[in-house]
Each structure stands twice: as C-alpha cells, then as structure tokens.
C-alpha cells in the first residue's frame, strides 16, 4: 500500500506535543559529607597524540589510536574524541570495604567523547565504569545517537586490570606504562573504586589539564553495565559511605545495584533477561528500577555498533552457535537515554523518575508471557507492543549466548492477521509511542526513529 504520510504527520506532531509533560521539577538541596575521607587529586596529560587511525599529528605514536575508537562519524555531529593518560595514588579496598592499600601509585586512560564548542556542551557528564567482562575496555553504555542529541559528554574510565593488560598487549607503544595493580601487588581490582572516583573528581573540578577541555561539567554522573554495575554497586555500599562522593548520580544499567540508601540518587534499568525472580526491591525517593519486556542483557544495536571495532582492532568479530536466532532487537538504548535525562532532572532539581510496572511472574516462579511468547508486564516498547518478531530476553548456547536474547521474525500470515493494513500497524506504533513518552520511557527522537523504521520496514 502507499506511504501513510498522514499517519507519519500526526505522529510527529504528537511525538513533538509531548516533550513539556517531562519537565516538572522542584529544588533539591544537598546533605553534608561529614568527615568522610577526601578523594586525592590525579594528574591528566594529553590529549594523547593519535586521534585515529593514519592521524597525522600521531608522531612517534603514529601507529596507534584510542583502543576501540568509535567508528561512528562524530565530527559530523559536532563532538571530537580524545583519549588522556590518567595518573595518581590511589587507595585500595576489597569488596568488603575494608580498606587494604593506601597510596599506591597508578596511571591508567580516560577516553572522552563531547561536544567540540562549549555552546554545544549540556553541562552533563556521564563517566562510565568501563566493562572488562569480554577480556578488554567496552564502552557498553555509548550511544552516539541520544548522547550527541542531548549534548552531553561521555568519558570512559579504565579502571581494572584486565582491561588496562589487554591495552597494554595491544599497543605497548601507547599503553604499556599503565599499570592499576601497584607493580602487580593488587591484582583483584582494589584499586579500582578510587580510580573511578579519581577519574571523577578530575572531570567534575578540573585543574590543570581537563578532560573536557575547555567545556565546564555541571553534573557527573556514574553509569555503569553488567559487571561494571557490580563494581559501582560495592563503590557505593561499601566504599562511599567512608570517603566523599564525587558523582551526583549513578545509573546501574543491566546490572545488580545497591542496597544501601544514600543521598546520591540510583537509577536501576534493567533488561528482561537481568530479570530472574519476582522478589524486587521497592521502589523510593532515592532509587527507582525499571525492566523492560522483550529487550536482552546485550542486544542487536550493541552488536551491530562494535563489529567495525571488533573487526579493525581484534581481527574479527566473534560469531556465536546459540539455541535460537540471538539479539533482540528491543531498543533498551532508548529507555536509558530516557532513564538518564530522568536522572539529570532528578539531581538537578530533585524531581524523581516516574515509576515503572514491572514484569510478570508465574506462580512458579517463570516469567509470564502471551500466546506469541512475549514477556508481560514491564516497560513495552513498540516493538513488544506491536510486534512483528518475537523478540525477548531469552537464550542458551556457547559463550555469551545466554545474554543476547532472541529474535524471531513472524510469517507473513502471522503479520496478516495481526495487522490488515500498514496504515493499522504505524498507528499502533505511533499510539503506543505516544504513550510511552507520555510516561516518561521514551524520548520523542526516538519515537521518531521508531516511526521511520515502521514506515520503513513493517508489514507490507
């Protein structure tokens, strides 16, 4: 059938209508530290000559670029990457809290990605705890498309030993005098928690060289996925509560997140594979978790971002055996852009996030689901709403296979009785997308996105 250019003009106006019903907000005010401990200042050098790959200006290290460099076009969008060497004294603490080292020397790397023009600068800084669970550094929770919209910085923080002694293999020209470890003294990371905070503070009060340049960070935020969310989540119950907080907010994305009640607030969002029994904690006015139907623990839009860098930097990108077709292909990147402009407002002004149902659950214990296999309850993005694939958090296999979830396209007759027409289908989209901004769990770019691959790929 044609193109339903009506359906498309009404969907942007009501996409557009809806950004003002987001934007409540009231003071917040902040509590004292106490005597707790002071994060030590690092020392930043660089920018580290060697932008990307063939960089003129690389000199003596003409032959190496930032590990896992985005491939993406940022100059088009305005940003610059730069990579920074980082290095101080850290302390040590084991997961316990207890503190196990004090001033051991370390120098690890920042790799920054933000706005080229203070115009363009949002104010907000979101410092991400590196994940290291693949053997090497991550940038699990980079999106080009939400971060530059929002024009927000991104700084990624190597803070373990496994991902600083890939680095140091893969480039000794570049890497090989970090060290995170104290001479190979602390090799099970306790460093890392003040390396993180130190990463931080530099960002958050720069003096000397700043990360950022010449841009001024309003509000750092800790983000962190996976195992990195396991990191934070002993930084904040164990360690935080002894030294002087640096970050205003954390976000736990695919990942456990703390008990403990602190001042600074905690966003927990969750895939509908991170979701593994019904008993949750509550919901409060210092942390709020959402789970989302349908979307996996590491999804298509992850996979499809880092093959380039897989391809050009390790020499190939992994391809795995799994029990079904793998990788959602629900968009969770676009329910923690919405998560994080819900966090900024929430520090910034104290207005807490709206809240979320979550998923259903079985009398015994299984995650409920619909005659089609879909998962009920929970955030549901059009692609769960209105589906045209089987798309949940679900898997088994090799490897990583049991984090990828599941994709599974419907028939043709499927989609015929589901949706007679197209014009039918892009309206269900449209509605349900609305509804989702409405409720504060999707961003109108998004929404917008989500139309274009409607009209692009939907029923026929």
């Not at 050098?45 to 060697?50: F, L, V």
């Not at 503190?99 to 920042?110: I, P």
């Not at 659950?361 to 059009?382: E, H, M, Y």
Request: proline content about 8%; overall charge neutral.
């Amino acid at each position: 059938m044609t193109r339903p250019r009506r359906v498309a003009a009404l969907a942007a106006g009501l996409v557009t209508s809806m950004v003002a019903a987001l934007l409540v907000s009231a003071p917040v005010h902040a509590s004292a530290t106490g005597d707790r401990e002071p994060i030590a200042r690092a020392a930043v050098h660089g920018p580290i000559p060697g932008t990307v790959p063939g960089d003129p200006r690389a000199e003596r290290l003409a032959d190496t670029y930032p590990f896992f460099s985005t491939p993406d076009d940022l100059a088009a969008k305005g940003y610059v990457e730069e990579e920074f060497y980082l290095s101080g004294r850290a302390d040590g603490w084991d997961t316990a809290g207890n503190q196990v080292a004090t001033d051991v020397a370390y120098e690890t790397r920042l790799i920054v990605r933000r706005p080229a023009e203070p115009r363009r600068f949002s104010g907000v800084a979101l410092v991400e705890w590196q994940n290291v669970t693949a053997g090497y550094d991550l940038d699990a929770l980079w999106n080009t498309e939400s971060i530059t919209r929002s024009g927000d910085a991104w700084i990624g923080v190597s803070a373990q030993r496994v991902g600083v002694d890939q680095l140091r293999g893969w480039s000794p020209t570049r890497y090989g005098r970090l060290d995170v470890t104290g001479g190979g003294r602390y090799v099970t990371d306790e460093l890392s928690y003040d390396i993180f905070a130190q990463a931080g503070k530099a960002i958050a009060d720069p003096r000397g060289v700043s990360p950022l340049g010449r841009l001024r960070a309003r509000t750092v935020l800790a983000i962190g996925a996976s195992q990195s969310a396991s990191r934070m989540t002993v930084y904040y119950d164990r360690v935080l509560p002894q030294v002087q907080p640096v970050f205003e907010g954390y976000s736990f994305v695919v990942g456990s997140a703390p008990s403990r009640v602190g001042d600074e607030p905690v966003f927990q969002v969750l895939s509908e594979t991170d979701v593994r029994t019904p008993v949750r904690p509550a919901d409060t006015d210092r942390f709020r978790r959402w789970e989302v139907a349908g979307a996996a623990h590491s999804g298509y839009n992850g996979q499809v971002y880092r093959a380039p860098m897989q391809e050009r930097d390790l020499g190939a990108a992994p391809v795995y055996t799994c029990a079904r077709p793998p990788f959602s292909r629900v968009p969770m990147h676009h329910v923690t852009a919405a998560a994080y402009a819900h966090l900024v407002r929430w520090v910034e002004r104290g207005t807490p996030p709206p809240t979320a149902p979550p998923l259903v659950f079985n009398p015994d214990g299984t995650k409920a689901r619909d005659a089609r296999g879909l998962a009920r309850g929970g955030i549901r993005l059009s692609q769960v709403a209105v589906p045209t694939a089987l798309n949940t958090g679900d898997n088994a296999g090799e490897s990583f296979c049991v984090l990828f979830g599941t994709y599974q396209p419907f028939d043709e007759a499927t989609l015929d009785d589901l949706y007679p027409t197209r014009a039918g289908y892009v309206a269900h989209v449209v509605a349900t997308d609305v509804r989702n901004i409405v409720a504060g769990y999707l961003q109108p770019a998004d929404a917008a996105e989500n139309l274009r691959e409607a009209l692009r790929s939907g029923p026929a």
